[in-house]
Every structure is written in C-alpha cells, then in structure tokens.
C-alpha cells in the first residue's frame, strides 16, 4: 500500500483480523519489547523500621502462626502494588514470630533468605539442623529444603525474608509441599554442623553436597563484621563501594544462593560512595549506622534496620554520617548467570 494514504482504518480492521487468530503485529510492540535500556517498572522506596514495627505487633495480636503459616508482612514496591514484589524479580517480607511460637514445615522450589533484624532466641530449621538467629545473620533456605521456625526466647524475634519466587513461577516450574502430621521437625543434625563441616576453608573429603546453594546455610553477622573491619585496617575503602564483601559458596567461590547475590559492605562515618549503576534492582537493609541514599531524584535517610530499594539501573550514592554497616541482597546472582547482567561505575559529577 502507498504511504500517504490513510491506511488506519484498513490497518486496524487488519488487527482485529489476525487478533481473532491468536496473531499480532510485532511492529506495534517491538520498541517498548525491547528498550534500549533497562525502563524499571518498580520505584525506589524507603521503609523505616520504625513505622512497620508496631504493624508486625499488632499481627501478631490479629493472626496466630498456625493461621497464617508465616506471619509476613510484605513488603510491597509501591509501583507495583498487590504483587508481592519488592523489586521486579524478587520478594520482600517482614517476618515476626512471637515467645513459645513455631512455624511449621513445608518445602517449596522457591528459595528463602533471611536476614536477622530483631531478637534472639528463635531458630530457623533446614533439612534438620537448626540456626539460632542473631541480629545481622544472613541465612539461607536453598531451594526445596524442609524449614520451620520457633522461637525458644522471651521477646519476638523479627527477620526479613527475601524470595526467588517470582523467577520461579516465571517459568511456571513451582512445587510446594507441607508436612501435615508434624507441627516441627526435631533436628537430626547438631546446631553448627553445616558451619563446622564448610565454614573453616575445609570440606568433608567425600562431602557429597550437590545442591547449588552453598552447604553454608548461616552466615554469623560477628564474622562478615570482623571480616570487612579487617579489611578496614589494611585497604583503600572503594570509591563506589566501600568496604564490600558478598556471601560465598566455599565450594565454587560463587555467590551463596544461585539466583540471589547477597552482600554486607561497610561505609565508615563520612564515607560517600560515587555514583554507580547496575542492572539489579537491590534491597538494602541497614544494621549499623545512618545516612542516606540518593537514588536518582529521591533521597531516603536511614538509621538501623530501615531498608531502602534502589531501581535497575537508576544511579545511586550511598552516604554514612556514622560507621554503618549494610546487608544487600538482588537478582545478580542469576542475571550472570543468564549473561544479563551490567554495571557502570559512574565519574564524579563536577560541582
Ligand atoms: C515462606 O515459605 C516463608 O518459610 C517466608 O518462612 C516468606 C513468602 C512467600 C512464600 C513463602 C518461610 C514466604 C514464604
């Protein structure tokens, strides 16, 4: 047909022709399909500790753990409310669980971590050994593992959940599984196996451990701490990074969760990183100290146990009035795999 014509009216009867074949015009589509640059669909966004704290408590009044199998608040990226996302690809939850309550089993191909903002005393069980939780402790339920929690202590105990679920159920491949008779698995391996069999650059000669997640499940918040102000003493801290270390499999030296990278980095007071980019949209969760984080046009000041989401590719700086210390975790882990993943560490902006 001539350009120049008014072919609209032809065009769209066109469309709804092929429509009711199941076809479409790929010319329609092709430019939002694929963007020269990675558009986020989520936003950046701050949740103070202080503001969700007593929403968790008052949970824990309205629901028990037997109804509501885990007590979670999520944490909804406000761009994408009702989805259950904190980021695009990745779940975000609260998690509180109340003196003498438990949790009971299940399995799932979605794969857990948690990250210890408040109390102590409770546990967290995979495949039967437990992890007593500390503030600080990144843990990990790799993928299809039997867990349930309890908590053996006088206060809650309160922990951020970080999933892969959404990965998963993009490829529509999730199974679930609860264990109906049993309220809790007893352990049947002693607390600190896994620690003791992998965690001392050491392993069982014919260990055995196929899984893709590393067989370190609890990664103790004194040893990353230790780590990062050993590296303090001796380094450099990395304009865009600071101090940074991420969580290894110490078999393969890879990260410790196949889809999800996780990460502490230490910023010591004064300390402004340089603006830096990537392509994984990550959650930041404060341990220690305060700031603020700039992400693009935004600016969210945080203190402990607040948690910050910063966009795909969307610059950010992260800036510490006091020596603070910041727990991270994304989709890097498989976004490298796949061969998506980029970053782009940005020059000083002149004044
Ligand atoms: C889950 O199984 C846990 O086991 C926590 O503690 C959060 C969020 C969505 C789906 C399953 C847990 C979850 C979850």
Redesign the pocket.
């Known amino acids: 047909m001539q350009e120049g014509t008014n072919r609209a009216p032809v065009q769209e009867e066109f469309f709804r022709r092929i429509g009711e074949d199941s076809l479409a015009p790929l010319w329609k589509v092709l430019a939002g399909l694929v963007t020269d640059e990675p558009k986020t669909t989520i936003r950046g966004h701050r949740w103070t500790y202080d503001e969700v704290r007593p929403y968790l408590l008052e949970a824990a009044e309205l629901v028990t753990t037997k109804e509501a199998e ?1 007590r ?1 608040l999520v944490l909804e990226n406000p761009n994408l409310p009702g989805q ?1 996302r904190i980021t695009r690809s990745l ?1 975000g ?1 609260l ?1 509180i669980i109340m003196p003498n309550e438990v ?1 009971p089993p ?1 399995r ?1 191909v ?1 794969a ?1 971590l ?1 990250f210890v903002i408040e109390g102590e005393g409770a546990y967290t069980s995979v495949d039967g050994e437990r992890a007593w939780m500390k503030p600080g402790d990144f843990i990990i ?1 790799p993928s299809w593992t039997w ?1 349930d ?1 309890g908590n053996h202590g006088s206060g809650p105990v309160v922990w951020l ?1 970080g ?1 892969d ?1 959404h990965m998963v159920n993009l490829y529509e491949t999730s199974f679930r599984e609860a264990d109906e008779e049993s309220e809790l698995h007893e352990p049947s391996k002693p607390d600190g196996d896994s620690l003791a069999r992998f965690g001392s650059n050491v392993a069982p000669i014919e260990h055995g451990h196929t899984a893709k997640t590393s067989p370190i499940f609890s990664y103790p918040y004194d040893k990353t701490k230790e780590a990062l102000l050993k590296l303090r003493r001796s380094d450099e801290p990395d304009p865009h990074f600071g101090f940074k270390v991420k969580y290894i499999n110490p078999l393969d030296g890879g990260w410790a969760m196949p889809t999800i990278a996780t990460c502490m980095q230490h910023l010591p007071a004064g300390f402004k990183t340089e603006r830096y980019r990537a392509t994984d949209s990550t959650v930041f969760v404060a341990v220690e100290g305060k700031g603020r984080t700039t992400v693009g046009d935004q600016v969210f000041e945080w203190g402990p146990r607040d948690i910050v989401v910063v966009p795909s590719w969307v610059p950010y700086q992260i800036e510490a009035d006091s020596d603070a210390f910041i727990f991270s975790y994304s989709d890097r882990a498989a976004q490298e795999k796949l061969g998506f993943w980029r970053e782009q560490k940005l020059k000083p902006t002149v004044q």
Do not use: C, N
């Open positions: 885990r979670v259950s779940f939850g998690q949790a299940h799932h979605a857990a948690r339920t867990h929690h959940d999933l679920m």
